[in-house]
T-cell receptor
Framework: SQQGEEDPQALSIQEGENATMNCSYK?????LQWYRQNSGRGLVHLIL?????REKHSGRLRVTLDTSKKSSSLLITASRAADTASYFC???????????FGGGTRLMVKP | DAGITQSPRHKVTETGTPVTLRCHQT?????MYWYRQDPGHGLRLIHY???????DKGEVSDGYSVSRSKTEDFLLTLESATSSQTSVYFC???????????FGPGTRLTVL
């Protein structure tokens, strides 16, 4: 079973708009990570937020984590056509021996 | 790609045949992982390794075995391939067990 569940499953926006993706999980975690996957390629790490952190920024990316609600969100500001990809959240369990991925959000940014 | 290669990149095989996929890294990272990716399921962990000859099962390990006889190579074997094992297989490495993972380019396996 998947630990993380992304919402929405698919998102289509215009270039310049902001994109928000959400992730919910079920059990306690060590950290939560977001990855990006372009079609036919491997996953690329975007950002990691630890369980004692609430918000983190990296360039146009903003990630929040609410451990009380077991949820996280990824915000991409001023989106570009090149941001078109699938985005996955992944949670690291407390035992520290594995990541569990959600099903992903497919983002399309129209030029 | 963090120095990770996978071979082969594409393979078509028949039900019942053995298949071995190879993951090779050049940076001596301790942790290595095998995932499969299927539509609607994201990535699911098959097996992982935390050192030479040290391996453990993941979420979907049935029908798969692994071996790691040296740091740089992590092999995934399907002893008798089935059509349900048609998937894209990704290898990943990490420095620490809960740290960022770096993924290889993937192997697309089709079992007819």
């Amino acid at each position: 079973s998947q630990q993380g569940e992304e919402d929405p499953q698919a998102l289509s926006i215009q270039e310049g708009e902001n994109a928000t993706m959400n992730c919910s999980y079920k059990t306690s975690i060590n950290n939560l990570q977001w990855y990006r996957q372009n079609s036919g390629r491997g996953l690329v790490h975007l950002i990691l937020i630890r369980s004692n952190e609430r918000e983190k920024h990296s360039g146009r990316l903003r990630v929040t984590l609410d451990t009380s609600k077991k949820s996280s969100s990824l915000l991409i500001t001023a989106s570009r056509a090149a941001d078109t990809a699938s985005y996955f959240c992944a949670t690291a369990n407390n035992a520290g021996n594995m990541l569990t991925f959600g099903g992903g959000t497919r983002l399309m940014v129209k030029p | 790609d963090a120095g990770i290669t996978q071979s082969p990149r594409h393979k078509v095989t028949e039900t019942g045949t053995p298949v071995t996929l190879r993951c090779h890294q050049t940076e001596n990272h301790r942790y290595m992982y095998w995932y499969r990716q299927d539509p609607g399921h994201g990535l699911r962990l098959i097996h992982y390794s935390y050192g030479v000859k040290d391996t453990d099962k993941g979420e979907v390990s049935d029908g798969y075995s692994v071996s790691r006889s040296k740091t740089e190579d992590f092999l995934l074997t399907l002893e008798s391939a089935t059509s349900s094992q048609t998937s894209v297989y990704f290898c990943a490495i990490s420095v620490g067990n809960t740290d960022t993972q770096y993924f290889g380019p993937g192997t697309r396996l089709t079992v007819l």
